[in-house]
Nanobody, 122 residues
Framework: QVRLVESGGGLVQAGGSLRLSCAASGSIVSINDMGWYRQAPGKLRELVATITSSGTTNYVDSVKGRFTISRDNAKNTVFLQMNSLKPEDTAVYYC????????????????WGQGTQVTVSS
């Protein structure tokens, strides 16, 4: 019923920048939290950044000062601006939406995007 689609991934050189976007579609009434997670080969998925509906943000220590998360509530879209990229940022980045309310539905549900590949070369 609800679909999240990421875009903006790609291959960049260390020190470069990328801007990821994720648009949620469906009969959405509201979304509480939105965020970005990433998973490198052989590693567990980790939280990168989150943002609440009111604009409160959180970041994993390794990206503080380099990444910025933002959202457009009217368009149900979340962004991740990534600057000063490092090879260790290489991973599949996943968009997440928590407590999504839909028309005619119960309290809320969580959804994930399909992921977008980010590769940083050195």
């Amino acid at each position: 019923q609800v679909r999240l689609v990421e875009s903006g991934g790609g291959l960049v050189q260390a020190g470069g920048s990328l801007r990821l976007s994720c648009a949620a579609s469906g009969s959405i009434v509201s979304i509480n939290d939105m965020g970005w997670y990433r998973q490198a080969p052989g590693k567990l998925r980790e939280l990168v950044a989150t943002i609440t509906s009111s604009g409160t943000t959180n970041y994993v220590d390794s990206v503080k000062g380099r990444f910025t998360i933002s959202r457009d509530n009217a368009k149900n879209t979340v962004f991740l601006q990534m600057n000063s990229l490092k090879p260790e940022d290489t991973a599949v980045y996943y968009c997440n939406a928590r407590i999504v309310r839909v028309r005619g539905g119960p309290g809320g549900s969580d959804y994930w995007g399909q992921g977008t590949q980010v590769t940083v070369s050195s």
